[in-house]
């Protein structure tokens, strides 16, 4: 258990902050294995973060989200940005060795020091990913990435759940995938920010574009000056149409700061956050209680016809947040 060994935190934090790739390494392992001690780590990352751009990539397994974010990242390398990559899988049961393949696929990048890679798994976390990854953003923020790049497996909720930790999220489709674009995915019509057509090298793409097109103006109500979501085509095993992505990015980045959507977007994520935080250690504190006289008590109670549940749940509330 990671989080049962102590570790000298403000030494890990410096060298985090000095770009020092084991020291990050170690904080998001202190991340996902829930540790006592990130408290310590946050408080002390706090004023070294709101630097990097969080961009989210989401979409259907084998769309081609790893392979256009190694693709993005030699791009943003190629501008002399630091980079951090979060791959994370909410349903894998590995952690820290999670996406094997994706880490193959990575493997240009591994010997880069101005790369970042990691891949995260959160099933079995209380608060799973919405838990997770805001905090290994953190670490990468304070880091120095100026860019961090998060992979999600578009499984329903996740998908949610990325564009609300995101600056930008970017929603993947391709060709023949199976998935069309139908209305169980509508879903995904109101999270991107940027579309992107990938596999443009087969067959339907045009036609996958076009039905997306289609999609986005018939829930469009847009006002002038509102954002338009583009859709690039790309080609991402050959890196074609990167670079639009990239500019579809830098576009969307200044519209944000320029309609103050930036500053929104950071703001309604650290309430999630904190709302993520507190209702994970209320739960935790409730479910210490599971065979516990007070919680019993309460339930024979309820039984014997003196109190009802809901009474009972405040008095529960009121017991554990006091500390009790
Ligand atoms: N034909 C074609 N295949 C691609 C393209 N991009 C990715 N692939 C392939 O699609 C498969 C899934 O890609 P991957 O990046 O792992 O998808 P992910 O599951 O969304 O991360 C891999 O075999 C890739 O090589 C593309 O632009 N064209
Ligand atoms: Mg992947």
């Given at each position: 258990m990671i989080g049962a060994v102590n570790v000298d935190v403000p030494t890990l934090v410096e060298q985090a902050r000095e770009g020092r790739p084991r020291a990050v390494a170690r904080l998001i392992s202190l991340v996902e294995g829930a540790s006592p001690q990130l408290r310590e780590v946050m408080a002390l990352l706090a004023p070294l973060t709101g630097n990097a751009y969080v961009v989210g990539l989401t979409g259907s397994?084998?769309?081609g989200k790893s392979t256009s974010t190694s693709a993005l990242v030699a791009a943003y390398r190629r501008a002399g940005k630091r980079v951090g990559v979060l791959a994370v899988d909410p349903s894998s049961p590995f952690s820290g060795g999670a996406l094997l393949g994706d880490r193959v696929r990575m493997s240009e990048h591994a010997?880069?020091?101005?790369v970042y890679i990691r891949s995260m798994a959160t099933r079995?976390?209380?608060?799973?990913l919405a838990w997770a990854a805001p905090q290994a953003i953190r670490v990468l923020d304070a880091a120095g990435c100026d860019i961090v790049l998060v992979e999600t497996v578009g499984v329903g909720q996740s998908e949610v759940e990325i564009a609300s930790q995101a600056d930008t999220s970017v929603v993947l489709l391709a060709p023949g995938m199976g998935d069309g674009i139908q209305a169980a995915k509508a879903g995904i019509l109101e999270i991107g920010d940027v579309y992107v057509v990938n596999k443009a090298d087969r067959d339907g793409a045009d036609a996958t574009a076009r039905e997306l097109n289609h999609m986005l103006a018939l829930g469009e109500s847009r006002g002038p000056g509102d954002w338009r979501p583009p859709i690039v085509k790309t080609v991402a095993a050959r890196g074609e149409g990167i670079d639009e992505v990239v500019e579809a990015l830098e576009k969307h980045r200044a519209w944000m700061d320029e309609h103050g959507v930036l500053n929104e977007r950071r703001r309604s994520r650290a309430a999630h956050e904190v709302e993520t935080i507190a209702v994970t250690a209320l739960r935790e504190r409730i479910g210490d209680l599971r065979g516990d006289q007070r919680l019993d008590a309460l339930a024979e109670r309820i039984v014997a016809g003196e109190l009802d549940p809901y009474t009972a749940a405040d008095t529960l509330v009121e017991g554990v947040t006091a500390g009790a």
């Open positions: 397994p084998g769309v010997s880069d020091p101005g079995g976390h209380l608060g799973g």
